[in-house]
């Protein structure tokens, strides 16, 4: 089992930044693809970013490509998600998730919340315009 421990959310205005933290406790996260979804209140959960297991390659929605980078510390024991030029659309629950497996790949399989094995709580981020 892997407990997965998000931070980092909060309440920024319009046009800033943000970044997410996403930890196993005492475990790395290098055997895991990793992904982020977020929650709108009233809305279904949806797909912002991944990361791949081995390759390093990086996914992103339509909504929030150009503004959101995930990536690892160099130790893997730690996934991030940094939000910039936010908008008042980036409302919601975010939460990461780990994948196990090491057949999926490509956005398709990675934008689907399906795909993930373990999921943290979720971290509130609210952005105010």
């Known amino acids: 089992q892997v407990r997965l421990v998000e931070s980092g959310g909060g309440l920024v205005q319009a046009g800033g930044s943000l970044r997410l933290s996403c930890a196993a406790s005492?475990?790395?996260?290098?055997?895991?693809?990793m992904g982020w979804f977020r929650q709108a209140p009233g809305k279904e959960r949806e797909f912002a970013a991944a990361?791949?297991?081995?390759?390093?390659?990086?996914y992103y929605s339509d909504s929030v490509k150009g503004r959101f980078t995930i990536s690892r510390d160099n130790a893997r024991y730690t996934v991030y998600l940094h939000m910039n030029s936010l908008k008042p659309e980036d409302t919601a629950l975010y939460y990461c998730?780990?994948?196990?497996?090491?057949?999926?790949?490509?956005?398709?399989?990675?934008?689907?919340?399906?795909?993930?094995?373990?999921w943290g709580q979720g971290t509130q981020v609210t952005v105010s315009s």
């Open positions: 998730a780990a994948d196990r497996s090491i057949g999926g790949s490509g956005a398709s399989y990675y934008s689907r919340p399906t795909a993930y094995d373990y």
């Open positions: 005492g475990r790395t996260l290098g055997n895991y693809a």
């Open positions: 990361l791949s297991r081995s390759t390093g390659s990086t």
